[in-house]
């Protein structure tokens, strides 16, 4: 931000467009109407070589970018709305939700079963669950558990889902 000098000598006002809030970047490039999608610097030439000169004339033109990303703030503030933030559902939301969830663990079933994984799964599972049971110290902590697949309070909680579609 400020005066700088390029490689001729030359100086100019140059000043950083701030990241936040979000879009005001795009919203200083509209403001300029120079066909950039985004504007992350405001440089212009000083037209001098002189360092004292530079830092007289660079106080209107950073003045001049702090009207222009003001503008642009107003900008972004006309057009974006307030955020509203959701804290309750209702049955019909909440209906669909449980749809939701019952459908994509359905397809997931579904595509472990059509890929072949779930025999390969299975036969791994049984296996190894015989060979524990015949020395090992290891043994299945819960014989209610499937050996594959989900826990039976699962599936039940699931229908239910669906007794209410």
């Not at 004292?52 to 660079?58: F, H, T």
Request: charged share 30%.
């Amino acid at each position: 931000m400020g005066v700088i000098k390029d490689r001729h000598g030359t100086y100019y006002a140059r000043k950083t467009v701030p990241a936040t809030p979000r879009g005001l970047r795009a919203a200083v490039a509209l403001e300029l109407d120079n066909g950039k999608a985004v504007q992350s610097h405001l440089k212009k030439s000083l037209g001098t070589k002189d360092v004292r000169d530079a830092n007289v004339r660079a106080k209107p033109v950073l003045a001049e970018f702090d009207r222009i990303i003001a503008k642009a703030k107003a900008r972004l503030a006309a057009t974006t709305g307030p955020v509203v933030k959701r804290t309750n559902l209702n049955d019909t939301e909440i209906k669909r939700v449980a749809e939701w969830v019952y459908a994509t663990a359905l397809k997931e079933d579904e595509a472990l079963r059509f890929s072949g994984r779930l025999e390969l799964r299975r036969s791994y599972k049984t296996e190894s669950f015989a060979s524990n049971s015949l020395g090992s110290s290891r043994a299945r902590h819960n014989e209610d558990q499937p050996i594959v697949g989900g826990h039976g309070r699962w599936y039940e909680q699931a229908s239910s889902y669906a007794d209410l579609c």
